[in-house]
C-alpha cells in the first residue's frame, strides 16, 4: 500500500495534481520528466508492472521468462517521492468534473491528466475469432499462447494416426509486421532445433509455420527492399509466406484465407497467432473527442484534445502528427520511441504550462525500424542507411538489451540469448496444466 497522505514524505495536497493513466512507455517516461517537479502525481494501471513489450513474443515463444521483460513500477519509481501508484483499472474520464473514474468506484480528480492507456487487439469486427486467434498484448497473452504453442506439440505425439497430426504441427500466424515476422521465424526455429530429437512418434521439424500478409508484402513500414529480404530470410528458416491473402474465417479447427483472384482456400491449422491488426484502448470512446478509424483519440501539436489543454494523450492511444522541416506533419508511428518521446512532451508541456511559458510543438526524432526474423537474420533501417541478416540481428540484440529496465534484466536477457544462440535452447518451456483438446490453460503463476 501507498504512504499515507498525511505523513511527512507525501507531496503537499495543495500542489497541481497530475493523474497519469497507464505505465507504457509513454507514462513511464511523463513520470520520470516529473520527479522532483513540485506537482503530485497519481499514476494508474491496471497491473503491478512496466513490460517491455517488444520482447513479449520471446516469452510466449519460451525464450525469456517474464521477470526478464516486465518489472514492478513500485520498485522502479520507489524513490519518487511526488508519486503515488494505484493498481486499479480507469473506467471513464469525466473531462468536465476533472475526474477520472475507476472501476471500483473511486473518483480520482486531476488538474493534469496524461492518457496512456495503450492499446488492444483489433480483429476488424470478427471479435468470435479472438478465441481461437489469441493476439498479444500483456504477459497473461504470452503465457496462454506459450501453453496453446508447446502443446500443439506434445498433442501431436499423442496420437497415433499420422494424417490427424496435421493440424496440430500447422501453425499460422496472421499479420506480416514486426510481430507476426518475428513470431513466425522464432516458431520455425523451435520446430528445427529446439525440439529436435526430443520426440518420438512426430518429427518437430516437419512443422507447417504458415505466415499470411494480406498486402503485397511483408513489413510494409520498411524499404521494398528489406521487405524481400525478410521475406527471404523467413523462408530460408522454412516459413512459408503467403502474401495478398486476406482472412476471412477463423474456427478451432483452421483458418479460411481469400487470395486476390478472389479464390477461397482452407488451412487446417489448431494453433493461430493473431498480429494483424491493434486498436485504441476502449478508453479512448469515453473522452468524446473525434477517434481516427483505428479509434485513436485526434491530438493537436502538443498532445492535448480539442478544447482541453491539460489533458494529453500519448503513445498507441493518440493520433499525432510530427512536424517536419518542410513545414508539413507526418504521423508518429505506434512504436515504443513514440510512446517515449510523446510522454516526455506532454510532461515538459505542464510544466511549461505551470510556469506560464510555451514549447515548441512535438517533434518525433525517427530513429528508424529494426525487425528480427530469426538467428542471425534480422533488418534494420535506420533512415540513411539499411542493412539485414547477421549484422542487423547484432545490432537489433544490443538495442532490445539496452533499453530494457534495470540491469539485472538487461545480464539476464543476454546471457539467455547466449545460451540459446550457442545451445538452440528454450528453458522457458514449462506448461501448467495443459488442455491441449480445448486449447484451455492456467495462467503462469
Known amino acids: 500500500m501507498d504512504a499515507d497522505p498525511a505523513a511527512p514524505s507525501a507531496p503537499s495536497s495543495s500542489l497541481p495534481h497530475v493523474v497519469i493513466v497507464g505505465c507504457g512507455f509513454g507514462g513511464l517516461e511523463a513520470t520520470k520528466v516529473l520527479d522532483g517537479a513540485p506537482v503530485r502525481i497519481t499514476l494508474i494501471d491496471r497491473s503491478n508492472h512496466h513490460l517491455f513489450q517488444p520482447l513479449l513474443y520471446q516469452v510466449a515463444t519460451a525464450g525469456l521468462s517474464a521477470p526478464a521483460i516486465a518489472s514492478p513500477i513500485r520498485h522502479m519509481r520507489r524513490h519518487q517521492r511526488n508519486l503515488t501508484v494505484l493498481m486499479a483499472e480507469v473506467q471513464a474520464v469525466d473531462k468536465g468534473r476533472r475526474e477520472v473514474h475507476l472501476t471500483d468506484g473511486q473518483r480520482i480528480p486531476y488538474d493534469h491528466l496524461i492518457v496512456a492507456a495503450g492499446a488492444t487487439h483489433s480483429y476488424f469486427g470478427n471479435d468470435q475469432w479472438q478465441e481461437h486467434a489469441p493476439g498479444l498484448k500483456t504477459l497473461a497473452d504470452a503465457f496462454k499462447l506459450r ?185 508518429v508511428p505506434g512504436v515504443s520511441p513514440g510512446a517515449k518521446q510523446a510522454g516526455r512532451h506532454a510532461a515538459k508541456q505542464i510544466l511549461a ?64 540469448w547466449a545460451w540459446a544462440y550457442f545451445t538452440f535452447q528454450r528453458h522457458a518451456r514449462i506448461v501448467v496444466e495443459p488442455q491441449a483438446k480445448g486449447h484451455q490453460h492456467h495462467d503462469e503463476a
Open 353 to 416: 504550462r505551470m510556469q506560464g511559458r510555451s514549447i515548441a510543438p512535438f517533434h518525433y526524432n525517427d530513429y528508424g525500424n529494426l525487425a528480427t526474423i530469426g538467428r542471425r537474420a534480422a533488418v534494420a533501417d535506420l533512415g540513411t542507411i539499411q542493412f539485414s541478416g547477421f549484422a542487423a540481428w547484432l545490432f537489433w540484440l544490443f538495442v532490445h538489451v539496452y533499453f530494457l529496465i534495470g540491469f539485472r534484466n538487461r545480464v539476464r536477457v543476454f546471457a539467455d
Open 147 to 331: 501453453a496453446r504453442l508447446l502443446s500443439a506439440f506434445e498433442r501431436a505425439e499423442t496420437l497415433p494416426d499420422a494424417a490427424n497430426r496435421g493440424p496440430w504441427l500447422t501453425f499460422v500466424v496472421i499479420g506480416g509486421g514486426p510481430t507476426g515476422v518475428e513470431m513466425a521465424g522464432t516458431l520455425a526455429e523451435i520446430a528445427r532445433h529446439t525440439l529436435r530429437d526430443e520426440f518420438r512418434r512426430i518429427d518437430p521439424s516437419r512443422a507447417h509455420v504458415l505466415l499470411v500478409e494480406g498486402s503485397d508484402r511483408v513489413l510494409a513500414a520498411f524499404q521494398p527492399k528489406q521487405s524481400a529480404q525478410a521475406r527471404e530470410q523467413l523462408e530460408r528458416l522454412g516459413v512459408q509466406v503467403r502474401t495478398g491473402c486476406r482472412v476471412v474465417g477463423i474456427d478451432e479447427d483452421g483458418v479460411d484465407l481469400q487470395t486476390a483472384d478472389g479464390k477461397t482456400e482452407r488451412i487446417a491449422s489448431k494453433t493461430k497467432v493473431w498480429a494483424a491488426g491493434v486498436a485504441a484502448s476502449p478508453l479512448a470512446r469515453t473522452l468524446d473527442v473525434p477517434l481516427d478509424r483505428a479509434g485513436r483519440v485526434v491530438v493537436d501539436e502538443h498532445m492535448n484534445i480539442p478544447g482541453h489543454p491539460e489533458v494529453y494523450v500519448v503513445g498507441d492511444m493518440a493520433a499525432a502528427t510530427s512536424l517536419q522541416k518542410d513545414g508539413s506533419r507526418k504521423p
